[in-house]
């Protein structure tokens, strides 16, 4: 058993040592993530922060002024154009200049007056039609707010508490950083498992290797361990990232957030040292790694939700170990569930190793040259 | 001719490398002026790290010179680069055929980029693949030729129009005899159809003899010149054979000779003979002794004997170590074979029966049987492509068999447990320990894969580091060492957990005459305390180093014994060949029986 | 044998040796001018074109990966949120309560799910088997009187968009109800004479995206990924390629020109991408029904200009590492991502701070997208069209004038 360790042990000094030799890898291990999960953490989001208008107000009353005022109020709009008539409307929605243009019609105060529904016209852009939605809904939330004003001091007798579990404020970048700490330590593992044997097998030192005492699991273990330690690193940077430089209050504890991420990370090192072991050269080894991983991180829910997926893209997503991760690392980070309860989560990603690390150790030796 | 009568002339050429990791600079190229004539062959010889290769890709315009002035063709290179580039070719070291292209395809290729006319193209190809054999394979992809079969068609494609000058560099590393021949011969027939001019860097040295002139490079300088009879003159009357008494294996007697390097420059053995160069100044009685009486008879000096005793005196090479005698008493825990009385010297310890592999279709080892006995030097010999490497391969375990019978130290080591493999060691062709880990990384973790640890490791290492003359380099990153370490280090890595059996997978191969003695020296120490080897070699003379060879040709078996055998069976009694030549005759008959179209260009 | 060998040779040799004489100055005809030009180019492009259908994970990439983006972006991804599950717990029995909720019915965005109890809804949600509670508490219709009736909106963060606007259609479903309750009030409980305030009611029109659906959005961003891809990913390991095979060294000690060397890269993956182009085109078309108002032409050439930048800037990086690590690496943080990211495709620019903004203005990729979205989606724009095309132009001059200035025939 001792030597078993001490075998392991040389093992893995030897891996990370030609690993971190390498100046080229040490900059690629490391800068990326960082960068990533910055870029992530402020691009990646759906929340309207800007939305640019443009205002044609044929009616020139007080009320139109009064509804505009509510809308500049919040903050998000932003008013760029003044518009004469309606012709003007294609000309900057077309450049992109307005994102919306609001339009009041000539009879709009005196319908107000008059009790009658008076209609607000509005255009949007809807070349990104997820931004006009939600340009839309805040558009909508302003009026309803008006509306209330309108009918006096008493206020309405009915009013909407929301509450939002997890996400008080509802950003996007609390979902998506949790997501981040698997998968960008998954692309960064995957590349680097289906690389090493690849390498190695191409500069003659994985036969060297075989002819020596290890046995293939010895091997197979010398090569998954540390890159999962580099693997947690890396989730170790975005979570520091998360917590310190987003602020992100995390719910759960890191144990249970190690555990899961643990599991996952040498489920992806078992899928990329299968893929090494059967590539012929890195090139190989390469491409269907990328060829992999575009997939997984597309159909993860990382980016769009697994649930808005059709059924059989639902049922393939259960061969891929990031759907399971990033559902872990967001409950336990978020919501602050123990082990017990994403165990569901854990089962697949304890399938998936028990799966590709012994098809990965038999494929070092028996693979048919 | 109305070009120039001088294709190339340089003028006193510099070139210094950075070494990146210690900041410091290499002279690659220093102070080299030398002319070569229109029409002529002129070989460039040197030990590794000479700057051959520099210069050449200084001459082909891919490299600038730090100083001074290289005309080609009455061209500045310097300054004008394209214009040497279109009139010249240059085949390089490793020449980058497109291997997924066909032959045809790559022939195709440098034709339209060299702007050689539909018209000249149908003669010329069918000349150029008459001359390489390679007209069967011209739809093959280039990579799945033979390495022979590769260099040769990189030579046609230099050749798809008669250049003004032709640069070779090193065109014969790790190609077999019988292709490196018919290499020969092809740049010889259009020598002498073209008038080419052609300027060829190798290790070997029987290549330089046909040249009309010769250029000695040392450490980036020129050390000599002239043509081979004047480097030949450097060891006129110097030269010897000499032949121990039957049934004494050549190399005990060859390692007496070398070790004395007073009296002796050079000891190779030579046809069932040893080949030596004495000094000049030795003392007669010395030698006498040193022979043990056996009379020596004078033979003509060689241009690898010039070269030899060029390096040796003008530039004091020390010449063997004494480590490498040491290396014999460091193994085997300080005993030495007869000591190691548990084991019979008699004892087999590889038996191979009936061995079969087969990819696809292709039988790549077709029924191959033999057996080693402990502590022999047992050479695989074959021209590319045989199936050596294949059953070196299954021998190792590092390839199944696809049946037949093979057992390594009492086991198959496909299946064998982590014991077996520790009775072996293994150094593969091309150098494969970790590049970017320092010497004594690399030491440390193959010590440990061995269950060596803690102060045995240390004493191991310490042990071979001396033996194998690593030290000082301990930090040094692997992959950066000079040729020479990194075989030592490779070596060294093979050897540190005491095998009783070692592979090694041709280890001579590009490296020049020097360091292959030095490296021959070790193995015929690491023999004497019983260590049985197993080697392969494209260097016909050093199966004379080995107790027993076999020749294996389309995976199978031509000859197996003794050299002494394996000349006989080649050339009968009374002829007189060298290793070389008995390996081409055999080849070359099986190939005749088997084949209504033969392979080789047999002379007549 | 040797006899026999010089024998074929002997005929077209005198012939040979004569025309060596004679070219002995001026070298072969060929390698002169634009003929020579040509011919070495068209053999180099032969050549790639060879390579590149004989190596299967070439292939793989430029072909099989953007029919796999294509189905995943085409029918996997989509941020629309339809028929969001919403439990409704519905704790005052009073037929007012019920018609609040019944509101909610009306919404083609939101399902309701009607569960009994506090506690099962919370199981529900931690389950997260719907994305909200709505809960209406014993007291609704009393504080309905009072006139300060709550209605809990208990909302799932772990998806923040999702959540914002299932709180949005909650909230205003909700509130029109109110409205309509607060209308009928004043008319009945002021008495005559006063009338009730108007309300402005929201008309809006989602122009160019009537369907209002993401895949409208999605797939004209999906060809700048896959131009991007072939472009810049697959190209960039075709100069390393040669580099770590040893290919080059040979090849440039011979009359060809760094320029027709760059150009044989640049044709056949040229033609590769402009296939991915054809595959998303009919896909759109046929497949997801995405309208093209913009003219085909300009979408064609929008393209081709934008596949000439990624072009470059792969064999930027590939001639630059001269190792196809290094060059995959830096090409998908450098090219692919960002196209991904930062070029407005899944997120809008506009949200994003000013540093990111910057930086996505500063990727061609952000052009290209802007441009070939609004040429399927809004029709032909000229303004736009003439900006976004030339600053695409200009990058592919900079990228490819680059990519030539570091291909040298030189090994040091």
Same mark, same amino acid.
């Given at each position: 058993?001792?030597?078993?360790?001490?075998?392991?042990?040389?093992?893995?000094?030897?891996?990370?040592?030609?690993?971190?030799?390498?100046?080229?890898? !040490?900059?690629?291990?490391?800068?990326?993530?960082?960068?990533?999960?910055?870029?992530?953490?402020? +691009?990646?989001?759906?929340?309207?922060?800007?939305?640019?208008?443009?205002?044609?107000?044929?009616?020139?009353?007080?009320?139109?002024?009064?509804?505009?005022?509510?809308?500049?109020?919040?903050?998000?709009?932003?008013?760029?154009?003044?518009?004469?008539?309606?012709?003007?409307?294609?000309?900057?929605?077309?450049?992109?200049?307005?994102?919306?243009?609001?339009?009041?019609?000539?009879?709009?105060?005196?319908?107000?007056?008059?009790?009658?529904?008076? @209609?607000?016209?509005?255009?949007?852009?809807?070349?990104?039609?997820?931004?006009?939605?939600?340009?839309?809904?805040?558009?909508?939330?302003?009026?309803?707010?008006?509306?209330?004003?309108?009918?006096?001091?008493?206020?309405?007798?009915?009013?909407?508490? @929301?509450?939002?579990?997890?996400?008080?404020?509802?950003?996007?970048?609390?979902?998506?950083?949790?997501?981040?700490?698997?998968?960008?330590?998954?692309?960064?593992?995957?590349?680097?498992?289906?690389?090493?044997?690849?390498?190695?097998?191409?500069?003659?030192?994985?036969?060297?290797?075989?002819?020596?005492?290890?046995?293939?699991?010895?091997?197979?273990?010398?090569? +998954?361990?540390?890159?999962?330690?580099?693997?947690?690193?890396?989730?170790?940077?975005?979570?520091?990232?998360?917590?310190?430089?987003?602020?992100?209050?995390?719910?759960?504890?890191?144990?249970?957030?190690?555990?899961?991420?643990?599991?996952?990370?040498?489920?992806?090192?078992?899928?990329?040292?299968?893929?090494?072991?059967?590539?012929?050269?890195?090139?190989?080894?390469?491409?269907?790694?990328?060829?992999?991983?575009? @997939?997984?991180?597309?159909?993860?829910?990382?980016?769009?939700?697994? !649930?808005?997926?059709?059924?059989?893209?639902?049922?393939?997503?259960?061969?891929?170990?990031?759907?399971?991760?990033?559902?872990?690392?967001?409950?336990?980070?978020?919501?602050?569930?123990?082990?017990?309860?994403?165990?569901?989560?854990?089962?697949?990603?304890?399938?998936?190793?028990?799966?590709?690390?012994?098809?990965?150790?038999?494929?070092?030796?028996? !693979?048919?040259? | 001719?109305?070009?120039?009568?001088?294709?190339?002339?340089?003028? #006193?050429?510099?070139?210094?490398?950075?070494?990146?990791?210690?900041?410091?600079?290499?002279?690659?190229?220093?102070?080299?002026?030398?002319?070569?004539?229109?029409?002529?062959?002129?070989?460039?010889?040197?030990?590794?790290?000479?700057?051959?290769?520099?210069?050449?890709?200084?001459?082909?315009?891919?490299?600038?010179?730090?100083?001074?002035?290289?005309?080609?063709?009455?061209?500045?290179?310097?300054?004008? %680069?394209?214009?040497?580039?279109?009139?010249?070719?240059?085949?390089?070291?490793?020449?980058?055929?497109?291997?997924?292209?066909?032959?045809?395809?790559?022939?195709?290729?440098?034709?339209?980029?060299?702007?050689? %006319?539909?018209?000249?193209?149908?003669?010329?190809?069918?000349?150029?693949?008459?001359?390489?054999?390679?007209?069967?394979?011209?739809?093959?992809?280039?990579?799945?030729?033979?390495?022979?079969?590769?260099?040769?068609?990189?030579?046609?494609?230099?050749?798809?129009?008669?250049?003004?000058?032709?640069?070779?560099?090193?065109?014969?590393?790790?190609?077999?005899?019988?292709?490196?021949?018919?290499?020969?011969?092809?740049?010889?027939?259009?020598?002498?159809?073209?008038?080419?001019?052609?300027?060829? &860097? &190798?290790?070997?040295?029987?290549?330089?003899?046909?040249?009309?002139?010769?250029?000695?490079?040392?450490?980036?300088?020129?050390?000599?010149?002239?043509?081979?009879?004047?480097?030949?003159?450097?060891?006129?009357?110097?030269?010897?054979?000499? &032949?121990?008494?039957?049934?004494?294996?050549?190399?005990?007697?060859?390692?007496?000779?070398?070790?004395?390097?007073?009296?002796?420059?050079?000891?190779?053995?030579?046809?069932?003979?040893?080949?030596?160069?004495?000094?000049?100044?030795?003392?007669?009685?010395?030698?006498?002794?040193?022979?043990?009486?056996?009379?020596?008879?004078?033979?003509?000096?060689?241009?690898?004997?010039?070269?030899?005793?060029?390096?040796?005196?003008?530039?004091?090479?020390?010449?063997?170590?004494?480590?490498?005698?040491?290396?014999?008493?460091?193994?085997?825990?300080?005993?030495?074979?007869?000591?190691?009385?548990?084991?019979?010297?008699?004892?087999?310890?590889?038996?191979?029966?009936?061995?079969?592999?087969?990819?696809?279709?292709?039988?790549?080892?077709?029924?191959?049987?033999?057996?080693?006995?402990?502590?022999?030097?047992?050479?695989?010999?074959?021209?590319?492509?045989?199936?050596?490497?294949?059953?070196?391969?299954?021998?190792?375990?590092?390839? %199944?068999?696809?049946?037949?019978?093979?057992?390594?130290?009492?086991?198959?080591?496909?299946?064998?447990?982590?014991?077996?493999?520790?009775?072996?060691?293994?150094?593969?062709?091309?150098?494969?320990?970790?590049?970017?880990?320092?010497?004594?990384?690399?030491?440390?973790?193959?010590?440990?894969?061995?269950?060596?640890?803690?102060?045995?490791?240390?004493? #191991?290492?310490?042990?071979?580091?001396?033996?194998?003359?690593?030290?000082?380099?301990?930090?040094?990153?692997?992959?950066?060492?000079?040729?020479?370490?990194?075989?030592?280090?490779?070596?060294?890595?093979?050897?540190?957990?005491?095998?009783?059996?070692?592979?090694?997978?041709?280890?001579?191969?590009?490296?020049?005459?020097?360091?292959?003695?030095?490296?021959?020296?070790?193995?015929?120490?690491?023999?004497?305390?019983?260590?049985?080897?197993?080697?392969?070699?494209?260097?016909?003379?050093?199966?004379?180093?080995?107790?027993?060879?076999?020749?294996?040709?389309?995976?199978?078996?031509?000859?197996?014994?003794?050299?002494?055998?394996?000349?006989?069976?080649?050339?009968?009694?009374?002829?007189?060949?060298?290793?070389?030549?008995?390996?081409?005759?055999?080849?070359?008959?099986?190939?005749?029986?088997?084949?209504?179209?033969?392979?080789?260009?047999?002379?007549? | 044998?040797?006899?026999?060998?010089?024998?074929?040779?002997?005929?077209?040799?005198?012939?040979?040796?004569?025309?060596?004489?004679?070219?002995?100055?001026?070298?072969?005809?060929?390698?002169?001018?634009?003929?020579?030009?040509?011919?070495?180019?068209?053999?180099?492009?032969?050549?790639?074109?060879?390579?590149?259908?004989?190596?299967?994970?070439?292939?793989?990439?430029?072909?099989?990966?953007?029919?796999?983006?294509?189905?995943?972006?085409?029918?996997?991804?989509?941020?629309?949120?339809?028929?969001?599950?919403?439990?409704?717990?519905?704790?005052?029995?009073?037929?007012?309560?019920?018609?609040?909720?019944?509101?909610?019915?009306?919404?083609?965005?939101?399902?309701?799910?009607?569960?009994?109890?506090?506690?099962?809804?919370?199981?529900?949600?931690?389950?997260?088997?719907?994305?909200?509670?709505?809960?209406?508490?014993?007291?609704?219709?009393?504080?309905?009187?009072?006139?300060?009736?709550?209605?809990?909106?208990?909302?799932?963060?772990?998806?923040?968009?999702?959540?914002?606007?299932?709180?949005?259609?909650?909230?205003?479903?909700?509130?029109?109800?109110?409205?309509?309750?607060?209308?009928?009030?004043?008319?009945?409980?002021?008495?005559?004479?006063?009338?009730?305030?108007?309300?402005?009611?929201?008309?809006?029109?989602?122009?160019?995206?009537?369907?209002?659906?993401?895949?409208?959005?999605?797939?004209?961003?999906?060809?700048?990924?896959?131009?991007?891809?072939?472009?810049?990913?697959?190209?960039?390991?075709?100069?390393?390629?040669?580099?770590?095979?040893?290919?080059?060294?040979?090849?440039?000690?011979?009359?060809?020109?760094?320029?027709?060397? $760059?150009?044989?890269?640049?044709?056949?993956?040229?033609?590769?991408?402009?296939?991915?182009?054809?595959?998303? $085109?009919?896909?759109?078309?046929? $497949?997801?029904?995405?309208?093209?108002?913009?003219?085909?032409?300009?979408?064609?050439?929008?393209?081709?200009?934008?596949?000439?930048?990624?072009?470059?800037?792969?064999?930027?990086?590939?001639?630059?590492?001269?190792?196809?690590?290094?060059?995959?690496?830096?090409?998908?943080?450098?090219?692919?991502?960002?196209?991904?990211?930062?070029?407005?495709?899944?997120?809008?620019?506009?949200?994003?701070?000013?540093?990111?903004?910057?930086?996505?203005?500063?990727?061609?990729?952000?052009?290209?997208?802007?441009?070939?979205?609004?040429?399927?989606?809004?029709?032909?724009?000229?303004?736009?069209?003439?900006?976004?095309?030339?600053?695409?132009?200009?990058?592919?001059?900079?990228?490819?004038?680059?990519?030539?200035?570091?291909?040298?025939?030189?090994?040091?």
């Amino acid at each position: 058993m001792l030597n078993f360790l001490r075998r392991i042990a040389s093992l893995c000094r030897k891996e990370l040592l030609a690993i971190f030799k390498d100046p080229a890898n !040490r900059v690629i291990l490391v800068v990326p993530s960082l960068i990533e999960s910055f870029l992530f953490g402020y +691009a990646a989001t759906y929340d309207l922060t800007n939305v640019p208008y443009a205002l044609l107000d044929q009616s020139r009353g007080s009320a139109s002024t009064e509804l505009i005022a509510h809308l500049d109020g919040t903050g998000v709009f932003h008013r760029v154009a003044m518009l004469q008539t309606q012709g003007d409307i294609a000309r900057v929605i077309d450049s992109g200049d307005a994102l919306i243009v609001i339009q009041f019609g000539p009879r709009f105060e005196q319908q107000l007056n008059a009790g009658e529904f008076a @209609p607000v016209q509005l255009i949007l852009d809807a070349r990104n039609s997820n931004t006009a939605g939600s340009a839309a809904i805040y558009v909508g939330a302003v009026i309803d707010s008006f509306n209330a004003t309108l009918r006096g001091g008493t206020g309405p007798p009915l009013t909407v508490e @929301p509450r939002a579990w997890y996400n008080p404020n509802l950003e996007t970048r609390w979902n998506i950083l949790p997501g981040l700490i698997a998968s960008l330590s998954m692309i960064q593992t995957l590349m680097l498992s289906a690389l090493s044997v690849a390498r190695e097998r191409e500069n003659g030192t994985f036969d060297q290797l075989l002819v020596t005492p290890f046995s293939p699991t010895e091997v197979m273990i010398g090569k +998954a361990v540390p890159i999962v330690m580099i693997g947690l690193t890396q989730s170790t940077i975005v979570l520091a990232v998360a917590l310190f430089w987003f602020n992100i209050p995390m719910a759960g504890s890191l144990v249970t957030l190690y555990a899961g991420l643990g599991l996952f990370t040498i489920a992806s090192v078992g899928m990329g040292l299968s893929i090494s072991a059967v590539s012929a050269n890195m090139q190989q080894a390469m491409l269907y790694t990328f060829m992999l991983i575009m @997939p997984l991180v597309l159909l993860s829910g990382l980016a769009t939700p697994v !649930r808005n997926m059709p059924q059989f893209l639902q049922t393939a997503t259960l061969i891929n170990p990031l759907r399971f991760a990033i559902d872990l690392a967001q409950r336990v980070y978020l919501e602050g569930v123990g082990l017990l309860t994403v165990v569901h989560d854990l089962i697949p990603l304890l399938i998936i190793s028990a799966i590709t690390l012994p098809l990965a150790a038999w494929l070092f030796r028996n !693979r048919l040259l | 001719m109305s070009g120039p009568a001088v294709a190339l002339i340089a003028n #006193r050429v510099h070139k210094r490398f950075l070494v990146k990791e210690t900041g410091k600079s290499t002279q690659a190229v220093a102070d080299v002026s030398l002319e070569v004539q229109m029409g002529s062959l002129t070989a460039l010889v040197g030990p590794d790290g000479a700057g051959k290769t520099t210069l050449l890709r200084m001459i082909a315009g891919l490299m600038t010179a730090d100083e001074g002035r290289l005309d080609v063709l009455g061209i500045d290179v310097a300054a004008d %680069p394209q214009a040497v580039q279109d009139r010249i070719s240059y085949m390089p070291q490793r020449f980058g055929l497109y291997e997924d292209l066909s032959v045809q395809e790559n022939l195709d290729l440098y034709a339209d980029l060299h702007g050689v %006319p539909q018209a000249m193209r149908r003669n010329r190809y069918a000349r150029l693949l008459k001359m390489t054999d390679l007209a069967r394979f011209t739809a093959r992809p280039a990579g799945k030729l033979s390495g022979g079969m590769k260099q040769k068609l990189g030579l046609a494609c230099t050749l798809v129009r008669s250049p003004e000058l032709l640069l070779l560099d090193e065109p014969t590393v790790g190609v077999d005899p019988l292709s490196r021949r018919e290499l020969w011969e092809i740049v010889q027939q259009m020598i002498d159809d073209e008038q080419l001019t052609v300027l060829v &860097t &190798t290790a070997y040295l029987d290549e330089a003899e046909h040249c009309a002139r010769v250029f000695v490079l040392q450490e980036g300088k020129l050390l000599a010149e002239g043509t081979p009879e004047e480097i030949r003159q450097h060891a006129r009357n110097l030269c010897f054979i000499v &032949t121990p008494p039957q049934g004494q294996p050549l190399r005990i007697l060859q390692a007496r000779l070398l070790d004395d390097a007073d009296c002796i420059i050079d000891a190779v053995p030579y046809g069932g003979s040893v080949r030596f160069i004495r000094r000049a100044e030795v003392d007669p009685q010395r030698l006498d002794s040193l022979l043990g009486g056996i009379p020596a008879t004078a033979v003509e000096a060689r241009v690898e004997d010039g070269f030899m005793v060029l390096l040796r005196e003008r530039h004091d090479v020390a010449p063997m170590d004494t480590a490498i005698s040491k290396a014999a008493g460091g193994t085997k825990n300080g005993g030495n074979g007869e000591d190691n009385a548990k084991r019979e010297p008699d004892e087999v310890v590889i038996e191979v029966r009936d061995l079969v592999r087969k990819f696809g279709d292709f039988i790549a080892v077709d029924h191959l049987s033999f057996s080693v006995r402990q502590g022999e030097i047992f050479g695989l010999l074959g021209p590319n492509g045989a199936g050596k490497t294949t059953t070196f391969r299954m021998l190792c375990g590092l390839l %199944p068999a696809t049946s037949g019978f093979l057992q390594v130290a009492g086991f198959n080591l496909l299946r064998a447990r982590a014991v077996a493999r520790r009775r072996i060691g293994y150094m593969s062709q091309k150098f494969a320990l970790y590049g970017d880990l320092s010497v004594m990384e690399n030491l440390e973790f193959f010590g440990s894969a061995y269950g060596l640890y803690g102060k045995r490791l240390r004493e #191991r290492i310490d042990t071979v580091m001396q033996q194998f003359d690593l030290e000082g380099r301990e930090k040094s990153p692997s992959g950066q060492l000079p040729g020479g370490f990194k075989q030592r280090l490779a070596m060294a890595v093979g050897l540190l957990h005491e095998p009783e059996i070692l592979f090694l997978d041709e280890p001579t191969s590009g490296t020049d005459p020097l360091k292959r003695r030095e490296f021959w020296r070790r193995i015929t120490a690491l023999s004497e305390v019983g260590t049985t080897i197993i080697i392969t070699t494209h260097f016909m003379e050093e199966a004379e180093y080995c107790d027993r060879i076999v020749i294996q040709d389309a995976g199978r078996l031509l000859a197996l014994g003794t050299p002494q055998e394996v000349r006989m069976q080649a050339g009968g009694e009374g002829a007189r060949l060298n290793m070389e030549e008995a390996f081409i005759r055999i080849i070359e008959q099986e190939r005749r029986k088997n084949s209504e179209s033969p392979a080789g260009e047999a002379n007549p | 044998m040797n006899e026999a060998g010089t024998e074929p040779g002997s005929k077209g040799l005198p012939a040979e040796k004569s025309d060596k004489v004679d070219k002995a100055d001026n070298g072969y005809e060929g390698h002169k001018g634009i003929r020579g030009f040509r011919s070495r180019l068209i053999s180099l492009t032969r050549k790639e074109i060879r390579q590149l259908l004989r190596d299967r994970s070439n292939l793989i990439i430029g072909i099989g990966l953007p029919l796999v983006l294509i189905l995943i972006f085409g029918y996997g991804l989509s941020l629309d949120v339809r028929d969001a599950k919403v439990a409704v717990v519905l704790e005052d029995p009073s037929p007012v309560a019920a018609d609040v909720i019944a509101g909610l019915e009306l919404s083609a965005y939101i399902s309701p799910v009607v569960v009994t109890s506090m506690h099962d809804a919370q199981r529900l949600m931690l389950a997260r088997e719907v994305d909200a509670i709505v809960q209406v508490q014993s007291d609704f219709s009393r504080r309905l009187a009072a006139g300060n009736a709550q209605v809990q909106l208990l909302l799932h963060g772990s998806d923040a968009s999702r959540a914002l606007i299932i709180r949005s259609y909650v909230s205003s479903a909700l509130s029109q109800w109110a409205q309509r309750q607060s209308d009928r009030g004043m008319v009945a409980g002021a008495g005559v004479g006063i009338a009730a305030p108007g309300s402005v009611t929201l008309i809006q029109r989602m122009w160019f995206n009537a369907a209002n659906t993401s895949t409208w959005y999605l797939v004209p961003g999906l060809i700048v990924l896959i131009m991007t891809l072939v472009g810049a990913f697959l190209t960039a390991m075709v100069m390393a390629r040669e580099w770590e095979r040893g290919t080059l060294e040979a090849l440039f000690v011979s009359p060809v020109r760094p320029t027709e060397i $760059l150009l044989a890269k640049i044709i056949p993956y040229f033609m590769v991408g402009m296939l991915g182009l054809g595959m998303c $085109l009919l896909a759109a078309r046929f $497949l997801f029904e995405v309208p093209m108002y913009g003219s085909l032409l300009i979408v064609l050439v929008s393209s081709m200009l934008y596949l000439l930048v990624a072009l470059g800037l792969g064999l930027l990086i590939s001639s630059v590492t001269r190792n196809q690590f290094l060059a995959s690496q830096l090409a998908l943080i450098t090219s692919f991502m960002p196209a991904l990211m930062l070029s407005g495709f899944f997120f809008d620019l506009r949200n994003v701070p000013v540093v990111i903004h910057l930086i996505g203005n500063a990727l061609p990729a952000t052009y290209f997208m802007e441009l070939i979205r609004t040429l399927f989606l809004a029709g032909n724009i000229w303004l736009l069209i003439f900006k976004n095309c030339a600053i695409l132009a200009g990058y592919a001059v900079v990228l490819l004038g680059l990519a030539r200035a570091v291909t040298r025939k030189k090994l040091d």
